[in-house]
């Protein structure tokens, strides 16, 4: 058995443990959750837990953060990213996981970047996401209520499964960065994967520090015929 397989192997298991836990030992439905759903979606925090609040929009932070990678890694995949990416903000780590294990390695990007490659590949877009997951973090942790958290984390699947899933996504971003290291051909390609490895801040330090992608050789020769007729 190969590393490959044992790695897609292991996605799938993990998925089916997650979901398994979550629906079958997780604690169960308060009455409450699609009211507190509701509010926080639509901005009606008053009265809930920060940390909660914060827990929550970080969930709607870490798909635009697998977007980065995503989007790229899936121009050389047969599956599309964009389903996966897309679910992501509603069932985070279910729809990552299956994206993890169905990929294949893809150290080389293929094609031109379009305006929504440039964008995820940007330091700047990299830079607005650890912005906004630093203030999210500090709120959360600042003005918290920690013991109210952990009564509800023991009560409450929607916070329950919610709080395993942040910490999922905060492990699994690794698992993407080795060939995303490889389709920008830099040196610092052990910097970087020492970097990644930290949990969410990882993540957000990466890619506000990885180089561009490179352009390849039509992308070069488009440029060189604009300058020229310029």
């Given at each position: 058995m190969n590393n490959q397989l044992i790695r897609k192997l292991g996605f799938w298991l993990l998925w089916v443990g997650f979901l398994g836990y979550a629906f079958f030992l997780a604690p169960p439905n308060q009455p409450d959750t699609f009211t507190l759903i509701k509010n926080m979606s639509l901005g009606?925090?008053?009265?809930?837990?920060p940390a909660i609040v914060a827990l929550f929009y970080l969930m709607g932070v870490f798909p635009a953060i697998y977007a980065?990678?995503?989007?790229?890694?899936?121009r050389g995949q047969k599956i599309w990213a964009w389903i996966f990416i897309l679910f992501s903000f509603g069932v985070g780590a279910f729809a990552i996981l299956p994206y993890l294990a169905l990929?294949?390695?893809?150290?080389?990007?293929?094609?031109?970047?379009?305006?929504?490659?440039?964008?995820?590949d940007s330091r700047w877009y990299g830079i607005f996401?650890?912005?906004?997951?630093?203030?999210?973090?500090?709120f959360g942790i600042i003005k918290g209520d920690w013991t109210d958290f952990v009564q509800q984390w023991q009560t409450s699947r929607f916070i329950h499964v919610m709080s395993l899933d942040f910490c999922l996504l905060s492990l699994l971003f690794p698992a993407l960065v080795g060939d995303d290291i490889k389709r920008r051909e830099t040196e610092n390609n052990?910097?970087?994967?020492?970097?990644?490895?930290?949990?969410?801040?990882?993540?957000?330090?990466?890619?506000?520090?990885?180089?561009?992608?490179p352009k390849n050789n039509t992308q070069v020769a488009e440029d060189s015929q604009v300058s020229l007729t310029n």
């Open positions: 009606n925090l008053a009265g809930i837990n980065c990678i995503l989007f790229i890694d899936g990929r294949e390695n893809n150290p080389k990007f293929p094609g031109n970047k379009d305006w929504l490659i440039k964008l995820q996401l650890a912005i906004a997951t630093i203030t999210l973090l500090a052990l910097f970087l994967s020492i970097v990644a490895i930290a949990p969410l801040l990882g993540a957000i330090t990466y890619l506000s520090l990885r180089p561009s992608l």
